[in-house]
């Protein structure tokens, strides 16, 4: 993981050198902006899905460990196989 100081420093080193690897302008276009706004929205709901659903299976259903996980691998297996 990267700390917020390695973050900070690679911002700083982006916005100086002559060809970046990510210009930094690209980051305030409009469809950039909503591309990544979409993106964190539907990684945080199947994260939250995942959690509550593993609750729901484990609590109220009576699933072993084993079994929650074999159900939740197949709403897994979908996301991975429908990414472009």
Do not use: H
């Amino acid at each position: 993981m990267d700390s917020p100081g390695a973050d900070a420093l690679r911002w700083w080193a982006s916005a100086r050198v002559e060809a970046p690897l990510l210009p930094l302008q690209r980051l305030r276009m409009r469809t950039v902006a909503g591309a990544n706004s979409v993106g964190f929205l539907l990684c945080g709901s199947f994260c939250a899905f995942v959690f509550i659903g593993t609750l729901y299976m484990l609590q109220v259903l009576g699933y072993s460990a084993l079994k929650t996980g074999l159900a939740l691998l197949a709403a897994s297996r979908r996301v991975v196989l429908d990414q472009p």
